[in-house]
């Protein structure tokens, strides 16, 4: 269902019953647009229901210049509400609607642009409280503020999110919250995004003292501010700030840039958080690392730093990896690719594709760079003395000097490895196909004996945990390992050997 109006007005009027109604398949969503340009206006003033066939789901999109709600009864029953409009404050009609409908369900998203000339600003005037797990986004173009005297709150496991400098172009955008922000009842999060060149007045702030993180989220706490990084300079620009919170707003394209490595020539570790929010850096070119350190209660999450070049001015006798030099605290979701090797010293360099050394926990993270090193390597860790789990590594690990030695995933193991493979070529004197020196592995080990005719993992493994690649294919073969719904593992149709199942379902 389209309804559009150029210049104009879009009047969707409700009785007792719904009026607006779209119904899809199973294979492509229930979808309602109204549209009025930015110029016109949408009115809302009965029900809109945006389902797929089997009652689920469903998307109701609206963008307009004028935003008015008519009646006491409003509200959108769908998946998922997503308003655009130039600026917006929300008055009685639009938090009751708001209520009615994330108390139905519905998660909302509303995007102020500041077309027209108008400021962007968005303020949450009323207050909005609800029950259940659907969400509410407010993403201003330039500042967002929650008025004196009004309450956003969930009971349930609904998240919130309030964001500044929504299109991410360095506007000064702050978020300022003059009353309350009360989570105390919910399992969800909070998260306000800001400027880095605004500021953020969190106001009283009310969390869940019983609330756990979800398993491999990275998250250390249920209310978050984070600084929004949007442009290369501004990655550099965390060295003035070692323990802030920071969040990707837009991928980064930094081609060209000289970029110094975060904390090393201070000797400063990382102790905030580093949220990629799912975005990507390209074509980073640290002289080592991007990180030197991640202290015991930061963490780096949810980023993937691609087509990297990394490791050229490490000293002789140093680690280093894309990621970090070393890690003491929480890397999850966190993916690297591209080059990592040494300019010179090539007989005393230690590199991982991901990290040099790890002392605290990598989750659900992964390499497919390429590892060149003059000593010591491995294709996501060099030497892992804490824990890796589901994590995976699919990059050539090469030995540049004749005794270097070479793991496919670490290369040293005095930790604990759960859940994880590593597929790419190693070539060294000495070489293994999960580690060169390993202690505390399982019996559960297998490898491929037709790609990888050598075994030295750094444990007495049987000769019978060798499989062919036919083996490799079935699951049946992994003693030990849960291929089901609930398990780690997946085997992809044609594939010749496991994935992790979230790499699947993600």
């Known amino acids: 269902m389209n309804l559009q109006a150029v210049d104009g007005n879009i009047y969707a009027l409700a009785g007792n019953a719904d009026v607006l109604r779209a119904t899809g398949t199973a294979v492509r969503d229930g979808h309602v647009w109204l549209v009025a340009g930015p110029k016109g206006q949408v009115i809302l003033a009965g029900n809109i229901a945006a389902k797929n066939a ?12 004028l935003f008015t709600f008519w009646g006491d009864f409003a509200k ?20 009751r609607s708001f209520t009615r409908s994330l108390n139905d369900g519905t998660s909302i998203s509303m995007t102020t642009t500041g077309a027209n000339g108008q400021s962007g600003d968005l303020v949450a005037d009323q207050s909005i409280q609800w029950t259940g797990g659907a969400s509410l986004a407010l993403h201003a173009a330039h500042s967002l503020t929650v008025s004196p005297g009004v309450t956003l709150s969930n009971q349930g496991s609904g998240a919130v999110t309030l964001r500044a400098d929504a299109a991410s172009v360095n506007d000064g955008g702050s978020i300022t919250n003059n009353r309350t922000i009360d989570w105390s009842q919910s399992t969800g999060t909070v998260s306000a995004l800001y400027d880095m060149n605004g500021s953020y007045t969190p106001g009283t702030l009310l969390a869940n003292c019983a609330w756990v993180a979800p398993d491999y989220s990275g998250l250390v706490t249920q209310i978050t501010g984070y600084k929004l990084v949007n442009r290369v300079q501004g990655l550099q620009n965390i060295e003035s700030d070692m323990s802030g919170n920071y969040a990707l707003g837009r991928d980064i394209d930094a081609t060209g840039y000289a970029f110094k490595t975060l904390g090393y020539a201070s000797n400063t570790s990382f102790t905030g958080q580093f949220d990629g929010m799912w975005h990507s850096v390209s074509y980073l070119k640290p002289d080592i690392s991007f990180m030197s350190d991640i202290a015991a209660n930061a963490v780096v999450r949810d980023v993937n730093l691609l087509n990297a070049s990394a490791g050229f001015a490490l000293r002789s006798g140093g680690f280093a990896g894309i990621l970090a030099m070393g890690n003491h605290g929480t890397i999850m979701n966190t993916f690297t690719s ?36 003059g000593s010591g390597g491995g294709g996501l860790v060099y030497d892992n003395q804490g824990t890796i789990m589901q994590s995976y590594a699919t990059g050539t ?73 036919a083996q490799m294919s079935d699951p049946k073969s992994f003693v030990g390992w849960n291929f089901g719904s609930d398990g780690a593992w997946a085997m992809p149709a044609g594939a010749t050997h496991p994935v992790l199942r979230w790499q699947v379902e993600h």
Request: hydrophobic share 30%.
């Open 54 to 65: 089997d009652g689920k789901g469903g998307t109701v999109d609206m963008d307009t210049g």
């Open 338 to 373: 591209g080059y990592i090797g040494p300019q010179s010293n090539f007989s005393t360099t230690d590199m991982g594709g991901l990290v040099g050394t790890n002392y605290g926990t990598i989750g659900r993270s992964g390499s497919s760079a390429r590892v060149e090193h």
């Open 397 to 469: 690990v090469y030995a540049v000097a004749s005794r270097g030695s070479s793991g496919g995933l670490v290369h040293n193991n005095s930790g604990t490895i759960s859940e994880a493979f590593a597929t790419g070529a190693v070539y060294a004197t000495r070489r293994g196909t999960v580690c060169v020196s390993c202690t505390g592995l399982g019996s559960d080990v297998y490898w491929n004996t037709e790609s990888t005719p050598q075994t030295e993992n750094g444990g007495n493994l049987p000769t019978s945990n060798g499989l062919t690649t």
């Open 76 to 95: 959108v029953v769908a998946g998922q509400w997503n308003v655009t409009l130039p600026a917006y404050t929300f008055d009685n009609g639009a938090s």
